[in-house]
């Protein structure tokens, strides 16, 4: 049981983890750039606060009850966008949006449905072998 816990949670920060470093990559090079040193403090906040999530739930020996309530499914898939992004440079895979042009709110727990896309886009990259796409898209 320790094994599936430990392998579970090795798997669920892996991904905000290395989003961190490789924005930290870029960060180096594009220090100068105000807005990406924006884009880098809103991923490194969302980031530290998934693993933060994580880390709780493995504290209280479970998942915690789903929080549901709107979400703007657009502005997750945006803001998942923007922290893989570096990520997928540095594999030569571009990551493309196109979001539905109103709001597509459902009700749902951000965080839960945040970490199932995430994990998505991570198969996704991984099944790239060189250089591709992969496109959010959503409609109402």
């Known amino acids: 049981m320790f094994g599936r816990i430990a392998s579970g949670l090795v798997h669920?920060?892996?991904?905000?983890?290395?989003?961190?470093?490789?924005?930290?990559?870029?960060?180096?090079r594009?220090?100068?750039?105000?807005e990406y040193r924006q884009t880098f403090?809103?991923?490194?906040?969302?980031?530290v606060g998934q693993m933060v999530r994580i880390l709780d739930d493995?504290?209280?020996?479970?998942?915690?009850p789903l929080d549901t309530r709107p979400v703007d499914v657009n502005e997750m898939l945006r803001s998942l966008a923007d922290?893989?992004?570096?990520?997928?440079?540095e594999?030569?895979?571009?990551?493309?949006?196109?979001?539905?042009?109103?709001?597509?709110?459902?009700?749902?727990?951000?965080f839960a449905l945040t970490r199932v896309c995430r994990n998505l886009m991570t198969n996704a990259m991984q099944a790239i072998r060189d250089a591709g796409?992969?496109?959010?898209?959503?409609r109402t």
């Open 12 to 28: 669920d920060l892996s991904n905000p983890v290395m989003n961190i470093g490789n924005s930290c990559k870029l960060l180096f």
């Open 30 to 34: 594009m220090f100068d750039d105000a």
């Open 41 to 47: 403090k809103r991923i490194a906040e969302h980031e």
């Open 58 to 64: 493995l504290r209280d020996l479970g998942p915690k």
């Open 83 to 89: 922290s893989m992004r570096a990520g997928a440079v």
């Open 91 to 110: 594999s030569h895979i571009v990551i493309t949006t196109a979001f539905a042009p109103d709001p597509v709110v459902i009700t749902g727990d951000a």
């Open 133 to 138: 796409e992969v496109t959010l898209r959503t």
